[in-house]
């Protein structure tokens, strides 16, 4: 029986040099190279289209915005969410559009508007939205009587205000909770002090001070319907949703 001998590295079995593997043509690697940048570029071209074509629409629905909402200041920032644009725009359907502004109320109090819409379509001569959920919210500015008034407003934290102004000359100092009923935002007083010394919150001279600090939420546009009032280190923000809605 004749030895059994191992292969040699690169060798093959029966110990003739081993073939090297079999390379594509030069011209097929190009081809494929070829073929990869074009689809690279494709994408691209795909991705800048789809960008801008966005922005357009945004645009568009914001200078359309601003054409209808007369109390807006400046012009509202509008952004269509969702992947891709341009297959939304086709269907005349987008999941999600915001729109966040300035705006002022019927007295001339400065709020911020942030308005979400979901399930936006084509519908007629306008768009529907399945919901829209708003978040109203209006500075520490713009409360009170202002900087040279006889009233000031901030953050007490915890979700309360903290309200100080002069009453008969007496410098007054108080705590307050925000309430909502029936579209109405009025102040429940939790502490309180006048000239430094403690004072029943719920005493006829506290009532006084936070009779001029209520309001009377105005009409709010789509339909909104207001849901709730808090208090953050902004202002004071009423939220609002509804259903249904109709654009024209």
């Known amino acids: 029986m ?6 040699r590295p690169g060798a093959a079995a029966d110990g003739r040099p081993a073939r090297p593997a079999a390379r594509p043509p030069r011209s097929r690697r190009r081809r494929i190279l ?24 945004e645009g568009r ?21 969702g992947l891709p644009f341009l297959l939304q725009a086709a269907r005349e359907t987008y999941p999600e559009v915001r729109v966040r502004a300035d705006a002022t109320t ?33 500075p520490y500015s713009s409360l009170g009587d202002g900087p040279e008034g006889d009233t000031r407003i901030s953050d007490a934290g915890n979700g309360q205000l903290l309200i100080r102004r002069s009453v008969l000359g007496a410098p007054v100092v108080l705590t307050a909770g925000v309430e909502l ?5 009025s102040l429940r007083p939790t502490a309180a002090s006048v000239a430094g010394r403690s004072l029943d919150p719920g005493s006829p001279l506290i009532a006084q001070a936070l009779a001029r600090q209520t309001r009377t939420l105005p009409e709010l546009p789509l339909g909104l319907r207001p849901a ?21």
């Open 2 to 7: 004749l030895p059994r001998t191992t292969p």
């Open 34 to 57: 070829t073929a990869a940048g074009l689809a690279g570029v494709l994408l691209l071209a795909l991705s800048v289209a789809d960008s801008v074509a966005r922005g357009l629409a």
């Open 61 to 81: 629905l914001a200078d359309r915005i601003g054409e209808r909402q007369t109390n807006l200041v400046g012009r509202p920032d509008v952004s269509i969410e």
């Open 106 to 138: 019927d007295r001339g109090s400065r709020i911020k508007a942030d308005v979400t819409l979901d399930n936006v379509s084509r519908e007629g001569d306008g768009y529907r939205a399945d919901t829209a959920s708003a978040r109203f919210t209006a």
């Open 181 to 185: 009923h029936d579209g109405v935002v």
């Open 228 to 248: 709730g009032v808090s208090v953050g280190a902004d202002g004071v923000t009423v939220t609002a949703r509804a259903e249904d809605v109709r654009t024209a």
